[in-house]
């Protein structure tokens, strides 16, 4: 009786269980395609029976049939016989199953050096702040051991930091030698900055393609305009504006624990562990507790917008160009106590008044109700319909908003959309532009959704398309993609921003 309970049970259930499905983002498929030709046929005949209605194309029909998600399928009566249900194939399963204790197998067996090869890394590369000491620790030895011609391996040993979080597009160690190129412009950069009155101008047009990081960080105060053109005055500045910053510390960062302070304080200790949790170097309380005193003195003085979600994000590229200022090596698992306290309060104030005049440039996006990023998505709606009107009727075919997407994208300058190491190159330039963190950042928007042309257009449902422009592949970009991205940017900027009339409708 029981046995024939059982049964009834699985019939009634709409998927068989234990059946392979395909898994979003997945890096490697689950079964090996040479093993699989007649399980792709089969599954080819099943596809070909419409699932329109069964597959959310807008936004309404998904929100329909996810709002009782936990109850479909569990009433209905269906043949387990049926064609639907025959996609496990048992020696698919077998083979891939064995394959995938082969590869596990060989990945245990480690060379015996690795435990002795651990000990001679220096303790600075070593000392990780952050809630996976353990995992981070054993990643670190694996590192040691890797070799670059097997980064191709279809399973490679996992790097002491993930690509996304690679803040540098290769280790400075491992960083092959300059070209003649790059002396030149690295010397030319030099020239500028050492002249008595620096010509910004000139100093915009060499940054454009890029600043060296030899010369990023006093680049970045020249072009944000927190130093003076004048280099007599440089010195005395930055020794008054860092004194000043710590005024402000003294002054109001112990009212933070008043009732009225609580609610902004409370939101930025919350969000701070969330900004780039992937990289060690922001995960160490030291580095939190920077941006925590950044953050709430911003947020007090300027009481229009205060502290906004996405605010956190825009320190991490400053702090960190700031930072290789000190640090000759890979500044992600860098250990900032081996820092002194002066060191550390100069990055600290230098974070906050180049952040200040970033945002002052861009404070409507975070005043009541973002009024500057709602303007900023819908001219991007309309320039897109420009550009590429096949796109933009896509989205409207499968009701797709561009404020559902694109509002992270205006709010965050695009920092969750690409790794920290592009978005540093995507600053330099946006500092060379003028107003480019507001004008400018809305055509490398519109270069970047169209950059995806393809992969929008295979999309054929809502909730495809959401998770789509969610989660963009970009973990492998480097300079050259963002190059690529900035020089279309521009291109789109030269045909429409003069061009008022064939901008709108």
């Known amino acids: 009786m029981a046995a024939e309970n059982s049964k009834q049970f699985w019939k009634r259930r709409a998927k068989l269980p234990g059946s392979i499905q395909p898994v979003y983002g997945a890096q490697h498929p689950p079964l090996d395609p040479r093993l699989t030709k007649n399980f792709i046929k089969e599954r080819s005949k099943v596809s070909t029976v419409p699932l329109k209605n069964k597959k959310a194309s807008s936004f309404h029909e998904f929100a329909r049939n996810t709002s009782d ?37 060989k990945l245990r067996v480690k060379p015996e050096r690795s435990q002795s090869t651990t000990s001679d890394v220096p303790a600075s590369y070593k000392v990780i702040k952050s809630s996976s000491d353990a995992q981070l620790s054993r990643n670190s030895s694996d590192s040691c051991l890797r070799n670059p011609l097997h980064k191709q391996q279809s399973l490679p040993l996992r790097p002491v930091i993930p690509l996304v979080a690679r ?3 290769q280790n400075a160690s491992g960083a092959p030698p300059m070209t ?44 944000s305009g927190y130093l003076p053109a004048n280099t007599e005055r440089r010195k005395l500045t930055l ?98 106590t081996n820092l002194s306290q002066d060191m550390l309060r100069s ?10 005049k970033l945002l002052d440039g861009i404070q409507d996006n975070y005043t009541f109700a973002q009024p500057g990023i709602q303007k900023k998505v819908k001219a991007l709606e309309e320039l897109v319909s420009r550009i590429d009107e096949q796109v933009h009727n896509h989205f409207r075919r499968y009701e797709v908003e561009y404020l559902q997407f694109a509002f992270r994208w205006m709010n965050n300058l695009l920092m969750r959309e690409l790794p920290l190491r592009c978005t540093i190159r995507l600053w330099d330039t946006y500092q060379s532009e003028p107003e480019g963190f507001s004008h400018f950042h809305l055509y490398v928007c519109a270069a970047f959704l169209i950059k995806w042309r393809k992969e929008i257009l295979d999309e054929e449902d809502f909730q495809g398309l959401l998770m789509l422009l969610q989660n ?17 940017a521009y291109r789109l900027k030269y045909m429409f921003a003069d061009a008022p009339n064939h901008y709108r409708r």
């Open 69 to 105: 998600a936990w109850d479909i399928g569990d009433d209905e009566e269906e043949d387990f016989s049926s064609p639907a249900f025959q996609t496990l194939n048992s020696k698919v399963a077998l083979a891939t199953a064995a394959q995938v204790l082969e590869n596990h197998s």
């Open 472 to 488: 963009l592949p970009t973990i492998h970009w480097g300079n050259e993609e963002i190059g690529l991205l900035l020089a279309e």
């Open 180 to 223: 003649v190129r790059e002396k030149t412009r690295l010397e030319k950069f030099r020239q500028l900055l050492s002249s008595h009155n620096t010509d910004l101008d000139e100093l915009r047009k060499c940054s454009w393609p890029g600043v060296p990081r030899e010369v990023r960080p006093v680049t970045w105060r020249l072009l």
């Open 347 to 356: 990055i600290e104030a230098d974070s906050f008044w180049c952040m200040s």
């Open 167 to 169: 803040i540098s597009d």
């Open 239 to 336: 020794q008054r504006k860092r004194e000043e910053y710590f005024g402000f510390i003294e002054q109001y960062y112990d009212s933070r624990n008043e009732e009225h302070h609580q609610d902004t304080y409370r939101q930025i200790h919350i969000d701070i562990p969330r900004t780039n949790p992937l990289i060690p170097l922001f995960q160490q309380p030291l580095v939190q507790e920077i941006f925590e005193r950044i953050l709430f003195i911003w947020a007090i003085r300027h009481p229009a917008s205060g502290y906004v979600q996405g605010i956190n994000d825009l320190v991490t590229p400053f702090f960190v160009v700031f930072l290789s200022e000190y640090v000759e090596e890979d500044v992600e698992n860098f250990d900032v």
